[in-house]
């Protein structure tokens, strides 16, 4: 159930809604948001850290080059070879937007963005210009309502080891936080959705996907952003190598003194461009935003995303949809790549489309014409009946 016109009024802003930082910050659609603090308890098996827990910057650098090295049994020493079960509480820091107007957001279609590396859940809904790069307000626009998070260990949520913080736990809280979501819980009076739609970007792609693959009746809907399955052309390594690891608490101590070292962050501007952005198609004004406003992402996270979960089974709607540019999951060309193995891992699904993002690299979202991207999927989701 859709409104096909964007409602020209300003957001109603609720004390608990994000307060807008930057003059250029305007948004014009109408929309109600409410944040959350959501309890979770989640039991994982959890991988442990291989090597000693990083002193300084040289251990980073020494992680880098063994992680990189063609030798697989030194490459796989990054991670021991013993797992542990862990049963642990967190809290995590949530906001729930609707459409205003006719409908309400009732019986809607909810999605829920789980962000990647580097990022908080303002990836989705950014202090720039709202028409521009605002997903949320893009798809709040087409009648959807959307759930974004802080992922563990991410800005508002509860803060863990970099050592600690990975895709099975990552997995197990979206598929905590979609169950409370299907029972009509911190959706507002939105009451239980007509349908869930999981979207993810880079890491939020293979936390997504993972979280479908565990169980195939999760969501109707799964959207993967900045994401490929074709490993043949996937270059995580180019990728960390590019982003120059520090360790976060001692490149700003000011604002992440209370990170363990497992926390890691790229070294500067350039090397965020390098990973994330790719001329012409951004505004270096956004690159230096993104830069300013990035999050670090845990060591065992950037090792763990690369074995994401493969859904074969899954009978909703998948979409891929990536930057052209993609360095780190198209080797920078995500032409006729998507599509493989992408169709054969979806070949039971609903639909599914994969579409190489023309003017866009990685960091999708921050390009000049993201809302191209974004009108793509919201296409996407409405063919399919959601
Ligand atoms: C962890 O749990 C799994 C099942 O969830 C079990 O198969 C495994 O033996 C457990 N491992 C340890 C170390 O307890
Ligand atoms: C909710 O929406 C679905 C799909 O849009 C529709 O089939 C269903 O009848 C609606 N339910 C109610 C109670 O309005
Ligand atoms: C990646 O895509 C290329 C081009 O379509 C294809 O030849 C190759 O087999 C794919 N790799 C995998 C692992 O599916
Ligand atoms: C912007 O996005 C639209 C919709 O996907 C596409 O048709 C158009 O070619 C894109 N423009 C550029 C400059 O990439």
């Not at 880079?202 to 565990?214: K, R």
């Not at 790229?266 to 830069?291: I, M, T, W």
Request: hydrophobic share 40%; charged share 15%.
């Amino acid at each position: 159930m859709k409104a096909a016109t964007i409602l020209r009024q300003p957001s109603l802003l609720l004390a608990t809604c994000t307060v807008l930082h930057t003059a250029y910050a305007t948004s014009s659609t109408a929309k109600t948001c409410t944040s959350y603090n959501i309890a979770v308890t989640v039991s994982t098996t959890n991988a442990i850290f291989g090597l000693p827990h990083f002193q300084t910057d040289l251990d980073v650098a020494d992680f880098v080059n063994t992680l990189g090295s063609r030798d697989s049994e030194t490459a796989m020493s990054v991670t021991s070879p013993m797992t542990e079960n862990v049963t642990a509480s967190y809290t995590i820091a949530a906001t729930f937007c609707r459409p205003d107007g006719r409908g309400a957001g009732k019986n809607s279609t909810v999605l829920i963005a789980t962000h990647g590396l580097g990022f908080d859940k303002s990836y989705w809904d950014p202090q720039l210009d709202k028409t521009k790069y605002s997903f949320v307000d893009f798809v709040v626009s087409q009648g959807f309502s959307i759930l974004t998070y802080d992922r563990l260990g991410v800005g508002a949520s509860s803060q863990v080891s970099g050592y600690v913080a990975q895709l099975s736990n990552q997995v197990a809280i979206l598929t905590e936080l979609t169950h409370l979501v299907k029972a009509g819980k911190y959706v507002g009076d939105t009451g239980k959705p007509a349908a869930v739609v999981l979207v993810g970007h880079s890491f939020g792609s293979a936390t997504s996907i993972t979280a479908v693959s565990n169980d195939v009746t999760l969501a109707d809907g799964l959207i993967l952003t900045g994401f490929s399955l074709n490993v043949t052309n996937i270059d995580g390594l180019g990728f960390t190598e590019t982003l120059g690891l520090r360790i976060a608490s001692k490149q700003q101590p000011g604002k992440w003194r209370q990170l363990d070292t497992g926390y890691v962050t790229n070294v500067d501007l350039v090397s965020n461009v390098g990973a994330f952005f790719k001329a012409p198609d951004y505004d270096p004004a956004v690159a230096r935003f993104a830069e300013a406003n990035k999050a670090p992402f845990g060591t065992m996270e950037l090792i763990t995303g690369q074995r994401p979960g493969l859904p074969y089974a899954f009978q909703g709607v998948a979409m891929i949809i990536s930057g052209k540019f993609d360095l780190i999951f198209c080797k920078s060309d995500c032409d006729d790549v998507l599509e493989t193995p992408g169709a054969r891992v979806f070949g039971h699904a609903n639909a599914f489309k994969a579409i190489s993002y023309p003017g866009a690299g990685h960091g999708i979202n921050f390009h000049l014409n993201a809302t191209g991207a974004f009108q793509d999927i919201t296409d996407f989701l409405s063919a399919s009946g959601l």
